[in-house]
């Protein structure tokens, strides 16, 4: 009624298109939701249906991000990892439009090939075959070769 206006109306909440099956990660802290896809090492290239949200409005945080995955069911291990930069994510698993599974992500205590150590003298990092490993902490994650502790800008060591 109010003519071309593609946001729609009074309705100022910006709608991500419900999926028929897959998974939607919710409630991600504003900002990050580039990161989540690179955590979960998803860009796209492989033809996969991938919506996301940017700072939309959330009752539960200020803005949130939330990305919607079709047709692939992450599992537990897979999200977990998301809890570095994305705490209070909600896992939503959907088929058949319902949402038939939802939970929170886990801290997990090792993080393997996901984030590369920022130590330029690390043996992850040269050109040795040895893939990342760190140690998650309460306040940051340690590198398990070298040790060096990152506590700030983890989404800056994940590796694209
Ligand atoms: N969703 C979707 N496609 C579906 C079903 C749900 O994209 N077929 C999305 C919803 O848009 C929402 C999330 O999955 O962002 C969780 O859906 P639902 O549990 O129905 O919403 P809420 O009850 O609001 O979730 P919560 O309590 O976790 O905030």
Do not use: W
């Amino acid at each position: 009624a109010n003519g071309g206006d593609s946001q729609g109306g009074d309705d100022h909440q910006l709608r991500v298109s419900k999926i028929r099956s897959g998974t939607v990660i919710d409630h991600v802290r504003g900002g990050q939701a580039l990161n989540v896809l690179a955590i979960l090492g998803i860009d796209g290239s492989e033809g996969e249906e991938l919506s996301v949200g940017m700072n939309v409005p959330s009752d539960r945080l200020a803005r949130k991000d939330i990305v919607k995955v079709e047709g692939r069911e992450l599992s537990q291990d897979e999200v977990d990892v998301l809890s570095l930069i994305a705490p209070d994510a909600t896992i939503n698993i959907v088929r058949d439009y319902e949402v038939i599974e939802k939970h929170r992500v886990d801290r997990p205590e090792i993080v393997d090939d996901v984030l590369s150590c920022p130590n330029t003298g690390c043996i992850t990092t040269g050109d040795e075959p040895v893939t990342s490993q760190f140690e998650v902490l309460d306040d940051g994650v340690r590198c398990a070769y070298c040790g060096t502790i990152v506590r700030e800008e983890i989404a800056s060591l994940i590796d694209t």
